[in-house]
């Protein structure tokens, strides 16, 4: 059925192209007013073309053709105002193109056995059925058939004297292209393989039932012994192996076990080695979190709330603080990347905060130079590392006159909220963008500067790094930094802990848990 079909639809598509090619010629011979030269180039090169004419006042008035007398003959007792409704038309073995123009026809005259020339094919019948003219070889039955209950386009099986698998399609409102097959004929070749077929499964069959019954006995001995081994498999921790050497599937079988066998044993080892290496990720987190400070930082002029959290066992961002006689510290990192190698170098940032806190003993106002602090990282940082980097943000406040100096190691701009009165706007978010440093690590001699500022009653910085911006939902969308703006425009006169956990709780409402990219630290401060 589909291959009636198909080969209706590709002679159909031929023969519709050809037949619109002749429609193309005719109107722009048309468009020319009839350009002799013209109809004469376009009759030259279309063998198709047997003769054009114009026809008017019950006569042809012009006549362009290389063909015969006789070829011509029935053009001459031909009338095409007899036709007023048709474009084309089949009269015997001719067929005619015609277009009324300005109560003129103009007409092409063609042999129909040149258009519609058919394939040779031993299994197909193409037949061409004219609006015009009683249908020939084929049934008026099927052609009403096809009329009724409109089936073309589609394959079905017709009976007539005979039975036939038909397809039809349109060419165009007057000729409708029939293709039909002898459906026994057709499927005589698939009635004999059944046949041979039947006869070859009966052969096959007995030969494998004398097969089965001559050598079970030689088949089944190593079959037996590796279902012994399969058994002392499972009861012996899975070291037992088989010892079947043949060459044949049932070889390559135990072998295949063996091979099994090996695996999974491997793979106990893998297990036991990851759950140990995952014991001692889990220690080094409860190790790493003993480098960050409470949640909560109170003194007589400063509150300060953090929040941490990171993507794998072990994480990359830290912060800290240190507490002077006069000023206080608040330093904030995020080394590249995350995990192990990235945790270790908190512990060296931890450890260079432990130092500035000796150094502050002996030089008070170690303390008091962002700038220092900074440089002071850097130099630990690089003699620890040359493969990884970290940006850094360092705050020095003093608590008795307020003032602030900040330095920036690449790392995200705080934002600077200002204690303001009455409608916020997006102006009273202040970052803080000035003189951006290297990130720690990539240079050992680079000079940071610090930056002047002072602190209000009330005023506030939210710290952050990179990892909150970066957050996304199960669509795979960013966090992004206007949300967080909107956010902190929003809630910018409230105390620091309800800001740190309203962004808190507004991120991951926004991400609903989707698994984290990057650590996330977060931290606030409020000068009393």
Same mark, same amino acid.
């Given at each position: 059925?589909?291959?009636?079909?198909?080969?209706? $639809?590709?002679?159909?598509?031929? %023969?519709?192209?050809?037949?619109?090619?002749?429609?193309?010629?005719?109107?722009?011979?048309?468009?020319?007013?009839?350009?002799?030269?013209?109809?004469?180039?376009?009759?030259?090169?279309?063998?198709?073309?047997?003769?054009?004419?114009?026809?008017?006042?019950?006569?042809?008035? *012009?006549?362009?053709?290389?063909?015969?007398?006789?070829?011509?003959?029935?053009?001459?007792?031909?009338?095409?105002?007899?036709?007023?409704?048709?474009?084309? %038309?089949?009269?015997?073995?001719?067929?005619? %193109?015609?277009?009324?123009?300005?109560?003129?026809?103009?007409?092409?005259? /063609?042999?129909?056995?040149?258009?519609?020339?058919?394939?040779?094919?031993?299994?197909?019948?193409?037949?061409?059925?004219?609006?015009?003219?009683?249908?020939?070889?084929?049934?008026?039955?099927?052609?009403?058939?096809?009329?009724?209950?409109?089936?073309?386009?589609?394959?079905?099986?017709?009976?007539?004297?005979?039975?036939?698998?038909?397809?039809?399609? #349109?060419?165009?409102?007057?000729?409708?292209?029939?293709?039909?097959?002898?459906?026994?004929?057709?499927?005589?070749?698939?009635?004999?393989?059944?046949?041979?077929?039947?006869?070859?499964?009966?052969?096959?069959?007995?030969?494998?039932?004398?097969?089965?019954?001559?050598?079970?006995?030689?088949?089944?001995?190593?079959?037996? *012994?590796?279902?012994?081994?399969? $058994?002392?498999?499972?009861?012996?921790?899975?070291?037992?192996?088989?010892?079947? #050497?043949?060459?044949?599937?049932?070889?390559?079988?135990?072998?295949?076990?063996?091979?099994?066998?090996?695996?999974?044993?491997?793979? /106990?080892?893998?297990?036991?080695?990851?759950?140990?290496?995952?014991?001692?990720?889990?220690?080094?987190?409860?190790?790493?979190?003993?480098?960050?400070?409470?949640?909560?930082?109170?003194?007589?002029?400063?509150?300060?709330?953090?929040?941490?959290?990171?993507?794998?066992?072990?994480?990359?961002?830290?912060?800290?603080?240190?507490?002077?006689?006069?000023?206080?510290?608040?330093?904030?990192?995020?080394?590249?990347?995350?995990?192990?190698?990235?945790?270790?170098?908190?512990?060296?940032?931890?450890?260079?905060?432990?130092?500035?806190?000796?150094?502050?003993?002996?030089?008070?106002?170690?303390?008091?130079?962002?700038? *220092?602090?900074?440089?002071?990282?850097?130099?630990?940082?690089?003699?620890?590392?040359?493969?990884?980097?970290?940006? $850094?943000?360092?705050?020095?406040?003093?608590?008795?006159?307020?003032?602030?100096?900040?330095?920036?190691?690449?790392?995200?701009?705080?934002?600077?909220?200002?204690?303001? #009165?009455?409608?916020?706007?997006?102006?009273?978010?202040?970052?803080?963008?000035?003189? @951006?440093?290297?990130?720690?690590?990539?240079?050992?001699?680079?000079?940071?500067?610090?930056? /002047?500022?002072?602190?209000?009653?009330?005023?506030?910085? @939210?710290?952050?790094?990179?990892?909150?911006?970066?957050?996304?939902?199960?669509?795979?969308?960013?966090?992004?930094?206007?949300?967080?703006?909107?956010?902190?425009?929003?809630?910018?006169?409230?105390?620091?802990?309800?800001?740190?956990?309203?962004?808190?709780?507004?991120?991951?409402?926004?991400?609903?848990?989707?698994?984290?990219?990057?650590?996330?630290?977060?931290?606030?401060?409020?000068? #009393?």
């Amino acid at each position: 059925f589909e291959a009636v079909d198909d080969y209706n $639809a590709k002679s159909s598509t031929r %023969l519709k192209d050809q037949l619109i090619d002749l429609e193309k010629q005719l109107n722009q011979i048309a468009l020319l007013n009839s350009n002799t030269k013209f109809i004469t180039t376009i009759l030259k090169q279309n063998e198709l073309i047997e003769a054009y004419f114009e026809y008017s006042n019950q006569k042809i008035q *012009k006549l362009v053709s290389f063909a015969s007398k006789e070829k011509m003959a029935i053009l001459y007792n031909f009338d095409p105002s007899l036709y007023q409704d048709k474009k084309w %038309l089949r009269i015997e073995d001719k067929l005619f %193109l015609l277009k009324k123009v300005n109560g003129q026809w103009l007409g092409l005259m /063609m042999g129909f056995s040149n258009v519609f020339a058919m394939e040779e094919s031993a299994l197909f019948k193409n037949t061409y059925v004219f609006t015009n003219t009683a249908a020939e070889n084929v049934s008026q039955q099927l052609v009403e058939l096809l009329e009724n209950e409109n089936r073309y386009g589609q394959s079905f099986l017709y009976e007539d004297d005979k039975e036939y698998v038909v397809s039809a399609r #349109k060419i165009n409102e007057q000729v409708v292209l029939i293709t039909e097959t002898d459906y026994n004929k057709a499927l005589f070749a698939s009635a004999v393989l059944r046949k041979r077929s039947l006869y070859f499964g009966v052969l096959v069959a007995g030969l494998v039932i004398i097969f089965a019954l001559v050598f079970s006995q030689v088949f089944s001995r190593p079959i037996n *012994k590796l279902s012994k081994t399969v $058994a002392e498999f499972l009861t012996s921790d899975f070291k037992a192996r088989s010892k079947v #050497k043949t060459k044949d599937e049932i070889g390559f079988l135990a072998s295949s076990f063996n091979q099994m066998a090996n695996d999974i044993n491997k793979y /106990m080892l893998e297990m036991e080695e990851k759950l140990r290496l995952e014991e001692e990720l889990k220690t080094a987190n409860l190790v790493q979190s003993q480098f960050f400070p409470k949640k909560t930082y109170s003194s007589d002029k400063l509150d300060i709330h953090g929040y941490y959290t990171s993507a794998t066992e072990c994480g990359g961002d830290w912060w800290g603080v240190l507490e002077g006689e006069a000023w206080n510290v608040l330093i904030m990192a995020d080394v590249t990347g995350h995990g192990t190698p990235a945790a270790l170098m908190t512990a060296v940032l931890h450890s260079s905060l432990n130092s500035l806190r000796f150094l502050a003993k002996t030089d008070p106002a170690f303390l008091s130079d962002s700038a *220092k602090v900074m440089d002071f990282l850097n130099k630990s940082f690089c003699s620890s590392t040359t493969s990884l980097n970290a940006t $850094a943000f360092v705050l020095c406040l003093n608590q008795q006159t307020n003032e602030t100096n900040y330095c920036n190691a690449s790392h995200n701009p705080p934002f600077y909220l200002p204690i303001h #009165k009455g409608e916020v706007s997006k102006e009273d978010i202040v970052p803080w963008l000035e003189n @951006i440093g290297a990130r720690l690590g990539e240079k050992p001699d680079h000079t940071y500067h610090s930056v /002047m500022s002072k602190l209000n009653a009330k005023d506030k910085v @939210i710290f952050y790094t990179d990892g909150l911006l970066e957050g996304v939902n199960p669509e795979d969308k960013p966090y992004g930094q206007r949300k967080f703006l909107k956010l902190l425009l929003s809630e910018q006169n409230k105390a620091v802990d309800v800001i740190i956990n309203d962004i808190v709780e507004n991120f991951y409402q926004f991400t609903q848990n989707a698994p984290l990219k990057d650590d996330i630290t977060l931290v606030g401060l409020e000068f #009393k």
